[in-house]
């Protein structure tokens, strides 16, 4: 049974720092692409960032681009998001996902999902 268990959420300065992490069980790692997600109160789910399943690639939302780094330990089968210069506008649930194929910034062609973890930015 695949399992996807996101932590690292929590509340942080604006300007600060913060470093998600996702537990990847159930799947045979290095097959799968892995994206963050992430949804803002009353607003949709966006992506934010993927890699793939070799980790040769990488791609970001505009918006978090020269911020936030995504990668991958294939060791701990672990994904790792980390956000620095975080801005009141980050405040979300984040979510990492995983897909059998190439990055893809479409949720829906994600197959597998965490329950989530808050960020949450004070000013």
């Known amino acids: 049974q695949v399992q996807l268990v996101e932590s690292g959420g929590g509340l942080v300065q604006a300007g600060g720092s913060l470093r998600l992490s996702c537990a990847v069980s159930g799947r045979i790692f290095g097959w799968y692409a892995m994206g963050w997600f992430r949804q803002a109160p009353g607003k949709e789910r966006e992506f934010v960032a993927g890699?793939?399943?070799?980790?040769?690639?990488?791609y970001y939302a505009n918006s978090v681009k020269g911020r936030f780094t995504i990668s991958r330990d294939y060791a701990k089968n672990m994904v790792y998001l980390q956000m620095n210069t975080l801005k009141p506008e980050d405040t979300a649930v984040y979510y990492c996902?995983?897909?059998?194929?190439?990055?893809?910034?479409?949720?829906?062609?994600?197959?597998?999902w965490g329950h989530g973890t808050q960020v949450s930015l004070s000013s």
């Open positions: 996902a995983s897909r059998r194929g190439d990055i893809s910034t479409t949720q829906s062609h994600y197959d597998d």
């Open positions: 890699i793939s399943g070799s980790g040769t690639e990488t």
